[in-house]
């Protein structure tokens, strides 16, 4: 959840800015079955549930060439949590069931998004966008427990960009259409990192959409997206038995293949006073 108050100022008939500043909530869930060697054959189970707020802040410009043609550059800063909570355990390893406080520090990225606009006439407008987002702040997730322990995954994930390039066409003052395409990387590049919690890969997703104003006040917007990603790999090995017993000595390993796609629809009204 994210409030986030903003402002605006017109510098001239060219230049405007703008900025705000960010309060998130964020509330996260893992669970995973863990491995019991007295019953092999059963397995026990884990669930850490955490919470916290963040802040941070938004900024940006746009640059209007004339009526036609404009430019826009905005970036959002990253948002650092302390999530705090519980981790609980049921029906696995005697003496190692029940409730324990848990915390992990997590930062969420920041990104920086250029964007053009441009009306090629009264009817027909094209856009696009770059942007860059910081995912290589995500190397581990540290997980630290009251009793004094913790867990760590390494998350290796790296820089990603997304390139997104669209058309509008009013066909009259009352119905404008829209179709666009954007290709998103995904920040988890090696399959020895990609886990089946986030089985991410790159995407390329279509849209299309409408507005419709059937007077100067009200507007019907409608969006459909169709995500489609690509083939992605999973290559996971994790230790069954927890510490004091060494790492590498008991594993598990889980090959998967992946193949994804999503449905994104979108319905919105706007009413000017």
Do not use: H
């Given at each position: 959840m994210d409030v986030n108050p903003s402002l605006a100022y017109r510098v001239n008939d060219h230049f405007s800015v703008g900025g705000g500043v960010s309060a998130q909530y964020t509330e996260a869930k893992l669970t995973q079955a863990l491995f019991n060697p007295f019953s092999p054959t059963t397995d026990g189970y884990g669930k850490l549930k955490g919470d916290d707020w963040g802040f941070g802040f938004n900024v940006g410009a746009t640059y209007e060439f004339d009526a036609d043609t404009r430019v826009g550059l905005s970036y959002r800063s990253r948002v650092e949590y302390t999530l705090e909570g519980d981790r609980t355990i049921t029906h696995w390893i005697s003496g190692r069931n029940g409730e324990t406080p848990a915390r992990v520090d997590w930062t969420a990225p920041d990104w920086l998004l250029l964007t053009a606009y441009r009306r090629l006439n009264?009817?027909?407008?094209?856009?696009?966008?770059?942007?860059?987002?910081?995912?290589?702040?995500?190397?581990?997730?540290?997980?630290?427990?009251?009793?004094?322990?913790?867990?760590?995954?390494?998350?290796?994930?790296?820089?990603?960009?997304?390139?997104n390039i669209g058309v509008s066409y009013d066909y009259n003052p009352a119905w404008t259409f829209r179709a666009g395409y954007q290709y998103d990387q995904t920040p988890v590049r090696l399959a020895e990192y990609r886990t089946p919690r986030i089985p991410d890969s790159d995407r390329n997703a279509f849209a299309v959409g409408f507005s419709y104003r059937p007077?100067?006040?009200?507007?019907?917007?409608?969006?459909?997206?169709?995500?489609?990603?690509?083939?992605?790999?999973?290559?996971?090995?994790?230790?069954?038995?927890?510490?004091?017993?060494p790492t590498?000595?008991?594993?598990?390993?889980?090959?998967?293949?992946?193949?994804?796609?999503?449905?994104?629809?979108?319905?919105q009204a706007s009413y000017k006073f």
């Open positions: 009264d009817q027909w407008a094209v856009m696009g966008g770059v942007r860059w987002t910081d995912w290589s702040l995500f190397q581990e997730l540290r997980i630290q427990y009251a009793d004094g322990s913790e867990t760590l995954t390494e998350e290796k994930w790296d820089d990603t960009w997304t390139f007077n100067p006040r009200l507007s019907l917007d409608f969006g459909y997206m169709y995500l489609l990603f690509d083939d992605s790999r999973v290559n996971n090995t994790i230790d069954l038995l927890p510490a004091p017993v590498g000595l008991v594993t598990d390993t889980l090959l998967l293949d992946y193949n994804s796609y999503g449905n994104l629809i979108g319905l």
